[in-house]
């Protein structure tokens, strides 16, 4: 099966502050349809959980511009720019390529 | 409005079985493919099950393949998922999620959830 590596359990950081959070694949994720089949979910106490980011670059209905996927191959990044108090949380990438999917461990973005 | 709501929780002692089911609304049920997805307490998420729009394609984590059984009534709008055999393990907060296959591949809406608690 496809592993997902988050090295980073939490990462520390002040409101406004520029984050990049790793996620790191056991293989491609590349399809034959030139697309990385890699998406990010965000979860936040109380809410559903809700998704970011999908073949690695695209965000989805609604999300803001400040978070941004980037990445390819093996290894994906989710930045979020001018971090605000609504996004500490907890962040997973899943690879949809193929079966089983697998998620990463999770990032936990807490207040510096 | 997309609306997932996951019912069937509870406790069970370990062996035994339960049903869950995930009523979605606000959409063509029929026309998108659903997975379940567990989150022990206190861990990340883990995928358990994936089922097609007809039902015709369905894969599992191999934690749960040959003890869990995924399920759809496109008439009911209604997602299932048989569990037997529970383990202690198998204790976490359960959602339903679906799949968007045709733009992204990815798990665009998901539920609240429901607990499953295996202890004796």
């Known amino acids: 099966q496809i592993t997902l590596t988050q090295q980073a359990e939490s990462l520390w950081i002040s409101p406004g502050e520029r984050v990049s959070i790793t996620c790191r694949a056991s293989?491609?994720?590349?399809?034959?349809?030139?697309?990385?089949?890699l998406s990010w979910y965000q979860q936040r106490p109380g809410q559903t959980t809700k998704a970011l980011i999908y073949h690695a670059s695209v965000r989805t209905d609604g999300v803001p511009t400040r978070f941004i996927g980037s990445g390819s191959g093996t290894e994906f990044t989710l930045s979020i720019e001018h971090v605000q108090p609504e996004d500490f949380a907890i962040y997973y990438c899943l690879q949809t390529l193929k079966s089983p999917y697998t998620f990463g461990a999770g990032t936990k973005l807490e207040l510096k | 409005e997309v609306q997932l709501v996951e019912s069937g929780g509870g406790l069970v002692q370990p062996g035994r079985s339960l049903k869950l089911s995930c009523l979605a609304s606000?959409?063509?049920?029929?026309?998108?493919?659903m997975n379940w997805i567990r989150q022990a307490p206190g861990k990340g998420l883990e995928w358990v099950a994936s089922?097609?729009?007809?039902?015709?394609?369905?894969y599992y984590a191999d934690t749960v393949k040959g003890r869990f059984t995924i399920s759809r009534d496109n008439a009911k709008n209604t997602l299932y998922l048989q569990m037997t055999s529970l383990r202690s393990e198998d204790t976490a907060l359960y959602y339903c999620?679906?799949?968007?296959?045709?733009?992204?591949?990815?798990?665009?809406?998901w539920g609240q959830g429901v607990m499953v608690t295996v202890s004796s």
């Open positions: 999620a679906r799949h968007r296959y045709l733009t992204g591949h990815y798990f665009d809406y």
């Open positions: 606000g959409f063509t049920f029929s026309n998108y493919g």
């Open positions: 293989q491609s994720l590349l399809y034959t349809d030139g697309k990385h089949y």
């Open positions: 089922i097609s729009s007809s039902s015709s394609y369905i």
